[in-house]
């Protein structure tokens, strides 16, 4: 258990190591700095990560707290990493710290998701002949402050910060260096749902083998979407992470979806991946950012 916490930060971890690697000169930062800002940090998440296991683990297995504080050190060193000692590091995880961006993006990042839940559940209620109240109810019986709660432990704990410094922070850029948008974001997008695969075979996911299959399918035009998000927030690891904790929390916090409004969900998902990609040209390779952004090694 202890090493599947470690390898869910493998995407974050593996991007900072590289990075270090690739660009190792020294940013001069004091490590007091740096260290005193982890323990800020991990003071602020362990928490989340208490609260975390509280939920979903056994508080008395010895090994509890253990995890508790594993799962706090690695989110607060993925954060305090905007301060790392190497260059390389910290030009990777500089845009997290970055938080300047037009409040659109913001907004986008946070409500698209649940706005799109939400509207597909009415959609499907509306034409098949039901009626909306029950959904209707179910929305307002939720909780700002659960709300809060869950979306910053997912936030912490869950896949954005574990994984969004590797896939968005490190690999699209370089990725978009060589190609289009569009084949960038499926290439991301294949190793993004295959990393996930594991999970069907240990329990966290019930297996089901047209479930793993069809993964690959019905988030392509997610993973567009994502890419046309990052891409129009100027390369904001900050949004991409708000993004991820979105689609990761609001599926818990909303009413649970019919079959129907899954349905209904992925059209919308995939008119909204058109539309930018039409609007933004992205079968398009970008001259200008890939001079941006083409990695120094």
């Not at 707290?65 to 594993?70: E, G, R």
């Not at 509306?126 to 109810?137: I, K, R």
């Amino acid at each position: 258990m202890l090493i599947g916490v470690i390898g869910a930060f493998g995407p974050a971890l593996g991007a900072i190591i590289i990075s270090g690697i690739l660009n190792a000169k020294f940013t001069g930062i004091p490590p007091a700095r740096r260290w005193g800002i982890f323990a800020i940090l991990f003071c602020v998440i362990f928490p989340f990560a208490l609260y975390w296991h509280l939920l979903n683990g056994n508080p008395a297995d010895p090994v509890f707290f253990v995890l508790c504080a594993i799962l706090a050190a690695l989110s607060a060193f993925v954060i305090s990493s905007v301060l790392a000692r190497r260059t390389g590091v910290r030009d990777l995880m500089s845009s997290f710290a970055s938080w300047r961006v037009s409040p659109v993006w913001y907004v986008i990042a946070l409500a698209a998701w649940p706005l799109l839940l939400i509207a597909s559940s009415l959609l499907d209620f509306l034409l098949s002949g039901q009626p909306v109240s029950p959904y209707a109810a179910g929305l307002m019986t939720i909780e700002p402050l659960s709300v809060v709660i869950l979306f910053c432990t997912i936030f912490f704990l869950g896949g954005p910060l574990q994984e969004e410094p590797g896939w968005r922070g490190f690999a699209l850029p370089r990725l978009q260096v060589l190609y289009n948008p569009i084949v960038a974001s499926i290439i991301l997008g294949f190793l993004w749902q295959l990393w996930h695969i594991p999970l069907y075979f240990t329990g966290f996911y019930p297996f089901d083998t047209w479930a793993i299959a069809s993964r690959f399918i019905w988030f392509l035009p997610g993973v567009i979407v994502y890419t046309w998000l990052y891409n129009r927030s100027g390369g904001n690891l900050l949004i991409a992470v708000l993004f991820h904790a979105s689609i990761d929390a609001f599926p818990q916090i909303l009413p649970a979806q019919t079959s129907g409004a899954s349905f209904v969900f992925d059209l919308l998902l995939l008119v909204w991946a058109v539309i930018v990609i039409w609007t933004d040209t992205m079968w398009k390779r970008r001259p200008a950012y890939q001079a941006a952004h083409s990695p120094e090694a």
